[in-house]
């Protein structure tokens, strides 16, 4: 079978290298007195509201939301991230802050669920779940994550809380393994364009299998979109029906992943509180080292997450129907089960 692929070498700002990007800051947007005035105007005339009921009209932001708007246009079109430094969560308690970080999103695109129980806004914190589970999500877990990708468009990252030690997030750009596995091995490159079967982890929606098929790379009207979750492909090979991972897909993973770890190519961000990241999930890989927490429950380290589909992006390939329920652009859904109900729930589930 033959599949979409590019005619060589992927140029422009996507294919960045790590090393370049530590020995640079523009990625950082530093917010300014002004923009936290603006910020901190907007919540108050968001309180009459839910949370999951903001959106750009109830959070008005009259020169920093023009800012956004460019910064949606670099992640969807240039480097793919971003992080957002200075949002003084010291001054805040937490509702004020998920108000904060929920109204900068809404300028970036509408917030998706992320899970079963239907949450708009994740809460990435260690529940004890064991990483070994199969039915577990590394981010209730203390453990590694590993490079992969979310099934959105755009990823966020609120810091309320950092851990004692550990616990940074490392990025990089998914164009440029393309690009090295192009020069060094085209051949394991090219099986990363057939379908993988994938692990739903639990997650199933109606009428679908347990797992879902999906390709490492496709290449669609002329960009390069990126899915992987190599845990996730691992486990899916517990379910019988799953054809077995051949010599030559490991080989091609095991390639992929081992570029994941070059130095060279990712970039380490180490958060402090009030920090926000943006990614790009189709260009961009992350992953987030160990971390030890502190004893005090009340100091354990805990993100906000956001899943945002913004109005304007890239086609998907239709194999991606496979995942989720919508590949339109402007209303793609994410995770959606029987009986999922919506909403950005304060407490953790």
Not at 100 to 129: C, E, F, M
Not at 171 to 199: C, G, H, K, W
Not at 298 to 312: A, G, Y
């Amino acid at each position: 079978m033959q599949f979409d692929m590019p005619d060589g070498l992927i140029t422009g700002a996507s294919a960045w290298y790590g090393k370049d990007m530590a020995n640079s800051r523009q990625w950082i947007f530093q917010l300014q007195d002004q923009d936290i005035q603006e910020i901190e105007a907007a919540i108050k005339a968001s309180l009459a509201l839910q949370i999951k009921d903001i959106d750009k009209a109830h959070f008005p932001l009259p020169t920093l939301g023009p800012r956004l708007d460019d910064l949606l246009t670099e992640l969807l079109e240039g480097r793919g991230f971003v992080l957002i430094r200075g949002l003084p969560v010291d001054r805040y308690d937490f509702e004020t802050a998920a108000r904060a970080y929920w109204g900068l999103g809404s300028y970036l695109g509408k917030p998706t669920s992320q899970n079963a129980n239907g949450d708009l806004l994740g809460h990435v914190i260690d529940l004890s779940r064991s990483a070994d589970d199969p039915n577990a999500r590394l981010y209730q877990t203390s453990a590694r994550q590993n490079y992969h990708t979310d099934p959105s468009d755009i990823v966020g990252l609120l810091c309320w809380r950092k851990s004692m030690s550990g616990g940074a997030s490392s990025i990089l750009s998914s164009v440029t393994v393309y690009n090295e596995m192009y020069r060094r091995r085209p051949d394991l490159m090219q099986e990363l364009f057939a379908p993988f079967y994938v692990d739903r982890r639990g997650e199933n929606p109606e009428g679908k299998n347990p797992w879902y098929e999906m390709p490492i790379f496709s290449w669609h009207h002329g960009l390069l979109t990126t899915g992987f979750t190599r845990p996730y492909i691992d486990s899916g090979q517990r379910f019988p029906e799953v054809p077995r991972l051949t010599e030559i897909q490991t080989e091609a993973l095991d390639l992929f992943q081992a570029l994941c770890e070059d130095p060279g190519l990712n970039l380490t961000v180490d958060f402090e509180p009030g920090d926000i990241q943006f990614l790009h999930n189709y260009q961009i890989l992350h992953d987030r080292t160990a971390f030890q927490d502190w004893p005090d429950r009340e100091r354990k380290r805990h993100l906000l997450r956001l899943w945002l589909c913004p109005s304007r992006g890239r086609e998907l390939a239709p194999v991606y129907l496979d995942r989720q329920e919508s590949i339109d652009v402007g209303d793609r859904g994410a995770v959606v089960v029987p009986g999922t109900k919506t909403d950005a729930r304060l407490e953790i589930t």
